[in-house]
């Protein structure tokens, strides 16, 4: 029997860490004109600064999952926030391009081991409820994006620098991770697989690979796809296709990002009520719908409506997947290997394949973005009728 008081105030240190995590990620991002410009470094050159560093997520997702099951989540959230949060500063106060890719990195590599660690308690926690819990989770990330967001919009327009943001957010974050540490369970157990999940990944192994580390592995990947095209693109869908305003073009990323937030916020009552594989397979239909829509209809309010769907359908896969994840059999953590590869190689990929489809004479944006997602979104969809 577990004590329900103690799980309580661990599901409080975890949801303010994915709340963090989150906002953490908003507060960075719309600062990167500035921090550009502060740098003193062209677009193209930043470009390439972001993806050196992004690398850092594919580096950290082979080792993050090892280090967690080898001195366990709490540790390893400890030392990572710690870590993390170190380079905020230094990417605020960043003057060359090697000291912010450098700290660009830190901050990303020791992000996924958070994100890994964060995970494999909430679910924990969820496995120990009759509501789970992971879907509302990933919420907290994503009103701690919007609330991040709109944060930096109102130091933006204040006056505040750049230093002077990141600085004091460290100093918040602290705050948040001396309220954290003390409540996070203290020892990690031995995982408890979906029955469900379990009927439909199987224990088959191919040599040394087993079948639902394979299936993790592309169902990250193509949720990852699906997740980055239609944030980075979104705006730029109706902006360059369908000749929309800046002010309305903005409207695709709101959308997505609004389908998201209310579809992990009710995805666990979803979830209860049709069983995990039920859930994926019912969000890639709503994620088909809402792609068609926004990427292959030349209506501005059409496309809008799209990106809400989509976003709805997309909210619940990677709560799903870290959740499957962190219930590997083995060492809690020690499946997250081959699902943050797909995830974070997909993340370094997926910005080039659209860009270079969209910058064809031959297609448009949404034509470019279709061809990505359509794809991912059918091998999603497979990766449930895998039979042993």
Same mark, same amino acid.
């Given at each position: 029997?577990?004590? !329900?008081?103690?799980?309580?105030?661990?599901?409080?240190?975890?949801?303010?860490?994915?709340?963090? /995590?989150?906002?953490?990620? +908003?507060?960075?991002? @719309? &600062?990167?004109?500035?921090?550009?410009?502060?740098?003193?470094?062209?677009?193209?050159?930043? #470009?390439?600064? =972001?993806?050196?560093?992004?690398?850092?997520?594919?580096?950290?997702?082979?080792?993050?999952?090892?280090?967690?099951?080898?001195?366990?989540?709490?540790?390893?959230? %400890?030392?990572?926030?710690?870590?993390?949060? +170190?380079?905020?500063?230094?990417?605020?106060?960043?003057?060359?391009?090697?000291?912010?890719? #450098?700290?660009?990195?830190?901050?990303?590599?020791?992000?996924?081991?958070?994100? $890994?660690?964060?995970?494999?308690?909430?679910?924990?926690?969820?496995? &120990?409820?009759?509501?789970?819990?992971?879907?509302?989770?990933?919420?907290?990330?994503?009103?701690?994006?919007?609330?991040?967001?709109?944060?930096?919009?109102?130091?933006? &327009?204040?006056?505040?620098?750049?230093?002077?943001?990141?600085? *004091? $957010?460290?100093?918040?974050?602290?705050?948040?991770?001396?309220?954290?540490?003390?409540?996070?369970?203290?020892?990690? !157990?031995?995982?408890?697989?979906?029955?469900?999940?379990?009927?439909?990944?199987?224990?088959?192994?191919? #040599?040394?690979?087993? %079948?639902?580390?394979?299936?993790?592995?592309?169902?990250?990947?193509? +949720?990852?796809?699906?997740?980055?095209? /239609?944030?980075?693109?979104?705006?730029?869908? *109706?902006?360059?296709?369908?000749?929309?305003? @800046?002010?309305?073009?903005?409207?695709?990323?709101?959308?997505?990002? +609004?389908?998201?937030?209310?579809?992990? *916020?009710?995805?666990?009552?979803?979830?209860?009520?049709?069983? @995990?594989?039920?859930?994926?397979?019912?969000?890639? $239909?709503?994620?088909?719908?809402?792609?068609?829509?926004?990427?292959?209809?030349?209506?501005?309010?059409?496309?809008?409506?799209?990106?809400?769907?989509?976003?709805?359908?997309?909210?619940?896969?990677?709560?799903?997947?870290?959740? &499957?994840?962190?219930?590997?059999?083995?060492?809690?953590?020690?499946?997250?290997?081959?699902?943050?590869?797909?995830?974070?190689?997909?993340?370094?990929?997926?910005?080039?394949?659209?860009?270079?489809?969209?910058?064809?004479?031959?297609?448009?944006?949404?034509?470019?973005?279709?061809?990505?997602?359509?794809?991912?979104?059918?091998?999603?969809? =497979?990766?449930?009728?895998?039979?042993?």
């Amino acid at each position: 029997m577990h004590d !329900e008081a103690v799980d309580r105030r661990a599901l409080k240190s975890v949801g303010v860490q994915f709340f963090a /995590n989150g906002a953490i990620y +908003a507060t960075i991002i @719309p &600062r990167l004109p500035e921090i550009r410009d502060q740098v003193g470094i062209s677009i193209g050159a930043l #470009g390439l600064v =972001l993806t050196m560093a992004s690398v850092a997520s594919l580096i950290g997702s082979v080792f993050a999952g090892r280090v967690t099951a080898w001195i366990g989540s709490r540790r390893v959230m %400890i030392y990572g926030a710690t870590m993390s949060i +170190a380079f905020l500063p230094i990417i605020g106060f960043a003057t060359s391009a090697v000291v912010l890719a #450098g700290a660009l990195f830190g901050w990303l590599f020791f992000d996924i081991f958070i994100d $890994v660690a964060m995970n494999v308690q909430g679910s924990a926690l969820s496995a &120990r409820r009759h509501m789970p819990v992971m879907n509302r989770l990933h919420g907290l990330w994503s009103l701690g994006t919007v609330s991040g967001g709109v944060l930096t919009v109102v130091m933006l &327009r204040a006056g505040v620098s750049t230093e002077v943001q990141l600085t *004091l $957010v460290a100093l918040v974050l602290i705050g948040a991770l001396l309220f954290v540490a003390p409540g996070l369970l203290r020892r990690d !157990e031995a995982p408890e697989l979906d029955v469900e999940v379990a009927a439909i990944e199987g224990r088959t192994h191919l #040599g040394r690979v087993n %079948i639902a580390s394979m299936l993790l592995a592309i169902g990250a990947a193509a +949720a990852m796809a699906i997740e980055i095209t /239609n944030g980075d693109w979104s705006s730029f869908r *109706l902006g360059e296709d369908l000749r929309a305003s @800046p002010g309305v073009a903005g409207l695709a990323f709101l959308a997505f990002t +609004a389908g998201m937030t209310i579809g992990r *916020l009710s995805g666990d009552w979803v979830q209860v009520r049709v069983g @995990p594989v039920r859930l994926i397979r019912f969000a890639t $239909v709503v994620m088909a719908v809402g792609a068609v829509l926004a990427m292959l209809v030349s209506s501005v309010p059409v496309a809008v409506v799209g990106f809400l769907i989509g976003g709805l359908g997309n909210s619940v896969l990677f709560p799903q997947l870290y959740d &499957r994840a962190a219930r590997a059999p083995g060492p809690p953590g020690s499946g997250f290997a081959f699902m943050l590869v797909g995830q974070r190689g997909a993340g370094v990929v997926t910005p080039f394949v659209v860009g270079a489809l969209a910058n064809s004479s031959a297609l448009g944006v949404g034509q470019a973005m279709a061809i990505v997602v359509l794809p991912s979104i059918l091998a999603v969809f =497979l990766t449930t009728l895998a039979r042993r």
